[in-house]
Nanobody
């Protein structure tokens, strides 16, 4: 399973970005999807995940209330809408897939990973 992230870039403090995770040739409905990030000098952080059904989501405290994960069934993608962004959101963002129907924010739960997309928030 090859995952491809897109939508990264630079944004000002308080701005918004929307990341997309796609898996060309595969149906993302067959996987639980998680979003992770790694900031410079920090460990990888799980920030959000969505179940296979799309009915269950989870967020890290650091992004709760600002980020929203969802499935776009028409485009076969998983989106991460990021609002009210802060400089501490600057990181490389990765999506990951798991065959389990429901996962959490632990990296070991996921089997396949994308290459990541850079997000930079200017103060």
């Amino acid at each position: 399973l090859r995952l491809v992230e897109s939508g990264g870039g630079s944004v000002q403090f308080g701005g918004s970005l929307r990341l997309s995770c796609a898996a060309p040739g595969f149906d993302l409905d067959d996987y639980a999807i998680g979003w992770f990030r790694r900031a410079p000098g920090k460990e990888r952080e799980g920030i959000s995940c969505i179940s296979k059904s799309g009915q269950t989501t989870e967020y890290a405290d650091s992004v709760k209330g600002r980020f929203t994960i969802s499935r776009d069934y028409a485009k076969n993608t998983v989106l991460l809408q990021m609002r009210d962004m802060k400089p501490e959101d600057t990181a490389i963002y990765y999506c990951a897939a798991a065959t389990m129907p429901l996962t959490g924010l632990r990296a070991w739960e996921y089997d396949d990973w994308g290459q990541g997309t850079q997000v930079t928030v200017a103060s």
